[in-house]
């Protein structure tokens, strides 16, 4: 019998049509004790223990966030990015049939497919473009950084590394080159799911997920002057995979991320510095749930946007989140 828990595994698997390959988790048929919320249920945080030997203080976290998913489908795609535009739209990448796709939303919730393919495949390194994350740049102009692989499989079966590509409205892009070369790092070939933030100061930090041995597999961190020459950190956040960060009213980071490690469902970190973070609380105790991407409303307000890679075809879901 398999044992209740879940399982980590390396595997392909369909998003929309496109096929996607990486660490991913994968729940036991008997595991009939997993939580699982319904839809539209409201979830306080909870601490989770543990911690000290991967990469998080031992401190305790005071931030209290209300959690409470919403009601309806955002649109079919996986692995997304929310970007605010200036004008209070939201605007989804994502991947979907083709590579990186666009939506469009004035309230959050209900999106329009944007026409035409943001980032699509190349050769090489770019056989597979998905994981898309974004920056405004002083000038006006966003850099989009994502994945680029060479084919399917987990580490040691495919080379996963990381590229940029420029964009004047947010829509046409021309790509840049590699960011994040795996192969000339202590990634061990798998330089994956980046999500990048400007800082106040102008540079780049670039999270991303590494199978180098000092992170056991889960999120680093990398820095940048330029946006283009990245240089590693000290972030370890092992058993943490597929980050997506933002800023709290009070200047420290929130670092939101998926972790089989802990049965699956999304986790939340505070950092004061960007690198060193706290004990996680969880956000959603849904062993499906995946990727997410927050994005800062305005007002304590958040919201996140997420897959189930149980889907198929998948499905982007959000929740709010409230700071209290």
């Not at 102008?202 to 946006?227: E, K, Q």
């Not at 991320?257 to 004061?272: H, K, L, R």
């Not at 996140?304 to 149980?310: D, I, R």
Request: aromatic fraction near 10%; hydrophobic fraction near 35%.
């Amino acid at each position: 019998m398999v044992p209740k828990k879940i399982i980590l595994i390396a595997s392909v698997f369909l998003i929309a049509g496109l096929l996607v390959t990486g660490f991913f988790i994968f729940r036991a048929k008997d595991s009939e004790n997993a939580f699982v919320p319904d839809r539209g249920t409201s979830m306080a945080p909870q601490s989770q223990p543990g911690g000290e030997d991967r990469g998080v203080s031992s401190s305790p976290q005071a931030m209290n966030f209300t959690w409470t998913k919403e009601s309806g489908q955002r649109i079919a795609g996986g692995i997304p990015f929310a970007h605010k535009l200036m004008d209070g739209r939201i605007r989804l990448y994502y991947c979907g049939q083709g590579g990186v796709l666009s939506a469009i939303s004035s309230d959050g919730l209900n999106f329009t497919k944007e026409s035409g393919t943001r980032i699509g495949p190349g050769s090489g390194n770019e056989a597979v473009v998905c994981d898309p994350t974004l920056v405004t740049l002083s000038d006006g102009r966003v850099r989009l950084y994502y994945k680029g692989a060479d084919g399917m499989g987990g580490p040691g079966k495919a080379i996963h590394k990381i590229y940029s590509a420029i964009s004047l409205d947010g829509l046409l892009f021309t790509k840049e080159g590699t960011r994040i070369d795996s192969e000339q790092t202590d990634d061990r070939g798998w330089a994956s799911v980046p999500e990048a933030l400007r800082l106040l100061d102008g540079r780049v930090r670039l999270y991303y997920v590494s199978d180098s041995v000092v992170s056991g597999h889960g999120t680093v961190s990398a820095i940048s002057s330029d946006g283009l020459i990245f240089t590693k950190e000290d972030t370890k956040l092992t058993g943490y995979v597929d980050p997506s960060v933002t800023t709290l009213p009070d200047g420290r980071y929130l670092l939101l991320a998926s972790s089989p490690m802990e049965g699956g469902g999304i986790y939340s970190f505070v950092s004061n510095d960007g690198i060193h973070f706290e004990k996680p609380q969880i956000v959603l105790a849904e062993s499906e749930a995946i990727d997410p991407a927050i994005i800062m409303l305005g007002d304590q307000n958040y919201r996140v946007y997420y897959w189930l890679f149980s889907d198929q075809p998948s499905i982007i879901y959000s929740l709010m989140g409230l700071l209290q």
